[in-house]
């Protein structure tokens, strides 16, 4: 298979390109302000199928739609009159931006794209590239995360080269992304509204704007595949790189100590002495024989949520058989980066 196409978003041949790509049914990996995302033609079987096929990701796992516009919205959905208003309250507050909305989908909208489910989830990106590029192709663009079903997720187009050079047809490079971490996952079809995957756009900030409860979905282990997931991002293990992932309480003593005195001896599968990596907060006192990641301020959540993908893969590129991760304290966008943490860190089944 020839190699991916490696595009630049400042350039508009570049864009038109990528846009033609999408129109003949290939797959195009792009920057949102989230995470860099694997589009495809959100309407064709088949070009969804080569998403599913580029990840290897199961058929249960339902995918996001991401628009140019709501104007578009009717073209996959169909909203009943009583929804309306709470729905246009979500629109009017968070679009464009970092939350999806689980709608009732309507006949044009293939099943893989939501594992047969009755909502597929939708979002409108505010990153001006996945803008562009929406409104060039003129498609709604199915796009989950560009890695390898449960990797870490990517958040530079040479992360996505790094799972999917040669599997996909393009990826257009816009540079970093900017907040780093998935959308926030919201299905206001009910009361209360089910939160399944917590993001920038936080639970406050949605009763805010709607004034109506919020349940927050509960991940339950289970050791049987399932016929399909209610929403995109609430798998029990995701976002997992190929080191082992410890998490310690949000203090340096709980950092250290877990390292000196636990961490060793629950690794029996490792080597005598595993290599560590740590995703350091700015300050925090370095152990001279862990490699560390400047992580950023331990109270700039932004910036914990923005770098977290960055740190998790370049420990995992220089070796390290352990990453050692303190958990920021709950609330507001820490939730997200605990979500986020706590899923990469569960074994594997």
């Known amino acids: 298979m020839p190699l991916t196409l490696h595009l630049d978003a400042s350039h508009p041949a570049d864009l038109d390109r990528a846009a033609a790509i999408l129109r003949a049914d290939g797959t195009v990996a792009f920057a949102t302000e989230t995470v860099y995302g694997l589009g495809a033609n959100a309407l064709s079987p088949a070009a969804i199928a080569k998403i599913f096929e580029a990840k290897q990701r199961p058929s249960w796992d339902p995918l996001i739609v991401h628009l140019a516009s709501t104007d578009d919205l009717s073209t996959i959905t169909s909203i009943p009159v009583s929804l309306q208003p709470r729905i246009a309250a979500l629109v009017e507050a968070f679009w464009p931006g970092p939350l999806t909305l689980l709608l009732p989908r309507n006949s044009q909208i293939p099943d893989a794209v939501t594992a047969g489910r009755p909502l597929v989830g939708v979002r409108i990106p505010s990153h001006p590239a996945a803008q562009a590029l929406l409104r060039l192709a003129g498609l709604p663009i199915a796009a989950p995360s ?40 919201l299905d206001p079809t009910q009361t209360p509204m089910i ?7 936080t639970a406050p900030q949605l009763l805010a704007a709607v004034r109506v409860p919020i ?19 609430v798998g029990i293990r995701h976002y997992a790189p190929r080191a082992t992932l410890v998490l310690t309480g949000p203090t340096p003593d709980e950092l250290w100590n877990r390292a000196a005195n636990q961490l060793f001896a629950q690794m029996p599968s490792q080597p005598a002495t595993p290599r560590l990596g740590v995703l350091l ?10 490699t560390v990641f400047d992580w950023g301020s331990w109270n700039d959540y932004e910036t914990l949520a923005a770098r977290l993908f960055t740190g998790i893969r370049s420990l995992d590129d220089q ?6 991760c303190p958990l920021p304290p709950s609330g507001g966008l820490a939730d997200a980066i605990r979500d986020r943490l706590q899923k990469a860190a569960r074994p594997k089944t």
Request: glycine share 10%; proline share 11%.
């Open 146 to 185: 560009a890695n390898t079903f449960g990797h870490t997720s990517p958040t530079t187009a040479q992360h996505v080269l790094a799972d999917l050079d040669g599997r996909i047809d393009a990826v257009l490079d816009a540079g970093p992304t900017t907040v780093g971490l998935e959308s926030t996952v």
């Open 195 to 201: 939160l399944y995957r917590p993001g920038a756009i």
């Open 215 to 233: 349940q927050i979905h509960t991940i339950r282990p289970s050791h049987s595949f399932p016929a399909s997931l209610p929403s995109p991002g």
């Open 281 to 290: 907060p700015t300050g925090w006192p370095r152990l001279a024989t862990a």
């Open 319 to 324: 070796g390290v058989d352990v990453i050692l």
